[in-house]
């Protein structure tokens, strides 16, 4: 998704505008550009399509020096991705505007502003802001007033930055729908749509929440909030000093990430877990006195978290015998519901920020939900802002744009929720719950052995690298991991990969099996077994050839065709989460192997807050 760097200093700020760019490339972009108020008193401006590199490039052979500026990574939502299209947008040659979001009453403010001789010269939504705000102007002369009757004219979502030739002391911002940050420093100012921007200048952060309008200067900071009223926001020290963003001795994010699964997962369950017991106030003071009312869960979340759900729903039901369902958020939003009585809404989100997730739970608080609980990997998101209660996974930035961290901790989360909500309701059978708080704290080795297969997995991806069609097959809970396997091949590698419950493969997909789509399929020793050893008989006896993640402890060996790698004994109510990460690694050597950017898949974004 788009991104937003802004300063306001007395050094030159355009390699700090650079360099905030290159850290929100994680988010998935198209285009990026930056304007500066250059020393000589008018506004430049250079827009690549493309990397941020090429930008950079473009930087090197024309510099920029001034001490204003703002910059911005596109990701085209209005418009094609193209230099006319990317940010900052100008009207005239004194003012530019960065936008992140969708102003959804462009075509009616183009047609208007036209009609007013206003010449456009993009095809983009935000082009309008720059336009109606210099029309603002002739009436207001003053910058930070003119944004506020601007934005009263515009229906959507935004985050926007604004710097003028005719006021250069400060940087104006907007926020409605699209996070933005201020990061103070001492004589200067700076701003961005994600705090890591801005770790580079600064460590101490200002959010703006809903409805504000800042006015930043070197030296001071106002906010008006939603009522025009001035307001104070809490300075936040941010101390994560251990999250850097790099790559350490892994070639890709993607790959760290995946090795980081022990600590993270480990670090989600550090202050949750009593001696043989999950602590229920992990999820706030209130989560007692509401989980023991609840008599069913609604899921909603958007890609990978929605797969984490899915797997919720098996442990929710089976384990605690409290009914579930699960959905995807941009259906479940636009989409009448009948809702239970009693029923707990919980939305699971890594970034917090997926417009779709967002507005479903918006819409829940009109439903009659008994209550909303966000699961989610950033504190500061409006998910969690917005939701009753919280349980944060403690996955650490995720980079890569193919969450794999997020999720195992999302997992761990869920089973949380599941082992909470049995206690507190006395539905769990008896000894189950220290059964499973055992195995959690054993978890973090168990990831760490499935880790070790590192290198069997590289292997077995070469299978793969000149195919392009793949079915994932799982039963029960490990159906949805089979789902979100194929996901992460198709994000990564653009094979085309398919998950269905292996029970269905004969109603359907068997059609398509030969040896050139090869089946991958996660095998843990529970009671499905056996069935599951006859699908893949049928696939077998079409020429597909298997790949098979199966317990040590299953019996099952290698054939002619078939690939069995050998995964360590878990409880079967765990397995979904240690199966997880053979999958991760296959996709990942898979890409490396096609050569793909692994980070930053195209046409996919970190943090879709658009809809
Ligand atoms: C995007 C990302 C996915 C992610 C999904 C939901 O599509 O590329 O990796 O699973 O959004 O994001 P969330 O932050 O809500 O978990």
């Known amino acids: 998704m788009c991104g937003i760097v802004g300063a306001v200093a007395e050094r030159n700020i355009t390699a700090i505008l650079l360099e905030g760019l290159k850290r929100l490339e994680y988010r998935g972009y ?51 991705p193209c230099e006319r299209n990317a ?26 502003l036209k009609g007013l001789g206003y010449v456009f010269t993009s095809d983009t939504d935000t082009e309008v802001i720059a336009h109606l705000l210099q029309h603002k102007l002739k009436e207001q002369s003053d910058l930070t007033a003119a944004l506020k009757s601007t934005v009263k004219e515009l229906h959507g979502a935004y985050g926007l930055a604004v710097i003028s030739a005719k006021q250069p002391d400060r940087l ?49 900071v106002h906010i008006w909030d939603v009522n025009g009223q001035t307001v104070e926001r809490e300075t936040v020290q941010y101390r994560d000093g251990a999250e850097a963003a790099d790559k350490g001795e892994y070639r890709h994010y993607m790959l760290k990430e995946i090795h980081e699964q022990p600590a993270v997962v480990q670090r989600t369950l550090e202050n949750r877990l009593g001696h043989d017991h999950v602590l229920v106030q992990a999820f706030g003071p209130q989560a007692a006195e509401l989980f023991a009312k609840v008599r069913n869960v609604q899921i909603v979340a958007c890609g990978t978290s929605y797969h984490a759900g899915m797997v919720a729903r098996y442990w929710l039901e089976s384990l605690a015998g409290i009914p579930c369902q699960v959905e995807v958020a941009s259906e479940f939003r636009y989409r009448k519901v009948v809702v239970q009585p009693d029923t707990l809404f919980v939305s699971i989100s890594q970034s917090g920020e997926t417009a779709d997730t967002l507005a479903a739970l918006r819409n829940a608080k009109e439903l009659g939900f008994l209550g909303s609980l966000a699961i989610c990997n950033v504190g500061i998101s409006s998910l969690v802002r917005e939701s009753d209660l919280t349980l944060l996974t403690q996955a650490g930035r995720e980079i890569g744009v193919a969450s794999t961290k997020a999720f195992t901790t999302q997992l761990v989360g869920l089973l949380l929720l599941t082992l909470s909500l049995g206690q507190v309701r006395g539905t769990l059978e008896a000894g189950v719950e220290a059964q499973l708080v055992e195995e959690l704290r054993r978890l973090p080795t168990r990831l760490g052995e499935a880790l070790a297969m590192d290198t069997t997995i590289e292997k077995v991806a070469e299978l793969f690298a000149d195919k392009h069609h793949t079915l994932f097959l799982g039963r029960g809970a490990q159906f949805p991991v089979a789902m979100e396997g ?70 099952m060996s290698d054939g002619e065709g078939t690939h069995v790698i050998n995964m360590p004994h878990i409880n079967d109510v765990l397995a979904p989460i240690l199966y997880t990460i053979p999958l991760q690694l296959l996709s990942y050597y898979v890409a490396v192997l096609k050569g793909t950017d692994v980070d930053q898949p195209r046409n996919l974004a970190k943090s879709v807050t658009v809809e």
């Open 486 to 555: 194929a996901l992460k091949l198709k994000e990564i590698s653009y094979i085309h990969a398919e998950a269905y419950p292996a029970g269905e493969l004969k109603h359907g997909p068997l059609a398509l099996v030969d040896n050139d789509m090869p089946v991958v399929t996660v095998a843990p020793n529970n009671e499905l077994l056996e069935k599951l050893k006859s699908n893949l008989q049928e696939v077998r006896a079409r020429g597909g050839e298997l790949v098979v993640f199966a317990d040590e402890q299953a019996n």
């Open 30 to 80: 198209d285009s990026a550009g930056v304007a500066v108020f250059s020393n000589n008193g008018t506004l430049e401006r250079v827009r690549r399509n493309g990397k941020v590199a090429e930008l950079e490039q473009a930087l090197a052979g024309e510099p920029l020096v001034g001490r204003l500026g703002i910059a911005h990574t596109r990701w085209a939502t209005h418009g094609a």
């Open 87 to 112: 940010h900052p947008h100008f009207s005239g040659s004194d003012l530019a505007v960065v936008h992140n979001g969708i102003i959804e009453n462009h075509e009616a403010l183009r047609e208007q």
């Open 172 to 220: 104006v911002a907007a926020r409605s729908g699209s996070p933005l940050v201020i990061g103070l420093g001492l004589g200067e100012n700076f701003l961005a749509s994600d705090q890591l921007a801005l770790r580079q200048v600064t460590d101490r952060f200002m959010y703006l929440e809903e409805g504000d309008i800042a006015e930043i200067r070197r030296d001071s």
